[in-house]
């Protein structure tokens, strides 16, 4: 399987501040990725698709001026809060599509945001 | 489009007795299923998955499951489960070329001493 490593693990932030995660295959390239959103005692929900070397496609009712995407190579993805709110407080968690097998997704360790 | 359904949102069951988390699917189309275990704080780890073949996958720490494709059914198993076993089970469907999950709401198993 894959290895994907996300950064930060946590983090707080301010209300109107901006804070980017980082989401990074480690053993193999990974020219898609994914984004999730998942809220306490929740299931994953998908936010968007990002794809290396152009534009991510975003889930319906996704803000995607609000959280942005950039796929700028082939190990990295990275997701952008901006101006976030308490309401942005969530577990976000990144996933490669492992192009040996293009039916599976392995998932990072996940960050959780905390907007105060 | 597809959809998961598990319909036990907490399954208590006390430590070496059997246990089995139940999935649900619908779909108009061939799809593929997986299992994976969620720590707290931590993301998904796979505990197997079922793309073609065998109906009965065995994956990680002595699960295993079988697809009924009449029943749409893909129900998780463990024969004897241990107080590490607690965490939270999402089942979730793909559809060729995985292009992104569908998860259930998931399943809190709790394993009692």
């Known amino acids: 399987g894959a290895v994907v490593s996300q950064h930060p693990s946590w983090v707080i932030c301010k209300s109107g501040t901006s804070v980017k995660i980082e989401c990074r295959s480690l053993d193999f390239q990974a020219t898609t990725m994914f984004w999730y959103r998942q809220f306490p005692k929740q299931s994953l929900m998908l936010m968007a698709t990002?794809?290396?070397?152009?534009?991510?496609?975003?889930e319906q009712g996704v803000e995607k001026d609000k959280f942005l995407i950039n796929h700028a190579s082939l190990t990295l993805s990275t997701l952008t809060v901006t101006s976030a709110h308490p309401e942005d407080s969530s577990f976000y968690i990144c996933?490669?599509?492992?192009?040996?097998?293009?039916?599976?997704?392995?998932f990072g360790p996940g960050t959780r945001l905390t907007v105060t | 489009a597809q959809s998961v359904t598990q319909l036990d949102s907490q399954v208590p069951v006390f430590e070496e007795a059997p246990v089995e988390l139940r999935c649900n699917y619908s779909s108009s189309v061939s799809v593929y299923l997986f299992w994976y275990v969620q720590y707290p704080n931590q993301g998904l780890q796979l505990l197997l998955k079922?793309?073609?073949?065998?109906?009965l996958v065995k994956g990680i720490n002595g699960f295993e499951a079988e697809f009924n494709k009449s029943q749409t059914s893909f129900h998780l198993r463990k024969p004897s489960v241990h107080i590490s076993d607690t965490a939270e089970y999402f089942c979730?469907?793909?559809?060729?070329?995985?292009?992104?999950?569908?998860f259930g709401p998931g399943t809190r198993l709790s394993v009692l001493p």
């Open positions: 979730a469907v793909s559809v060729q070329y995985g292009q992104n999950f569908v």
């Open positions: 079922y793309l073609s073949g065998s109906t």
């Open positions: 996933s490669v599509r492992w192009t040996g097998s293009v039916y599976e997704q392995y």
């Open positions: 990002s794809n290396e070397g152009s534009k991510a496609t975003y």
